[in-house]
């Protein structure tokens, strides 16, 4: 099992920047990808920005040259600058394990506000 706490929401102007972070707890060894995932009101939730085992980021066209996703041990952060009102979402910290038949972690979320 693996249990992962987000924090670093809040309240931000536009053109702000906020950074995220998520501790990776309980078996750790098991994980291979992590990402940050957001879902804003009515609305699907979406992939933000994943970094692998060995460095490797995808980030969601959205977010390209304003988000940095980043990865020390067990724990993974994000950091957005440039932030603008639609970046408003829960953003929720996911683990995907080694092993393909055991479900992804997913923590509690935490909430980002931008302000116009």
């Known amino acids: 099992q693996v249990q992962l706490v987000e924090s670093g929401g809040g309240l931000v102007q536009a053109g702000g920047s906020l950074g995220l972070s998520c501790a990776a707890s309980?078996?750790?060894?098991?994980?291979?990808?992590m990402g940050w995932y957001r879902q804003a009101p009515a609305k699907q939730r979406e992939l933000v920005a994943t970094i692998t085992r060995g460095g490797s980021t995808n980030y969601a066209d959205s977010v390209k040259g304003r988000f940095t996703i980043s990865r020390d041990k067990n724990t993974v952060y994000l950091q957005m600058n440039s932030l603008r009102p639609e970046d408003t979402a829960v953003y929720y910290c996911?683990?995907?394990?080694?092993?393909?038949?055991?479900?992804?972690?997913w923590g509690q979320g935490t909430q980002v506000t931008v302000s116009s």
């Open positions: 996911n683990a995907v394990p080694v092993n393909p038949w055991v479900n992804t972690y």
């Open positions: 309980g078996s750790i060894f098991s994980i291979n990808a």
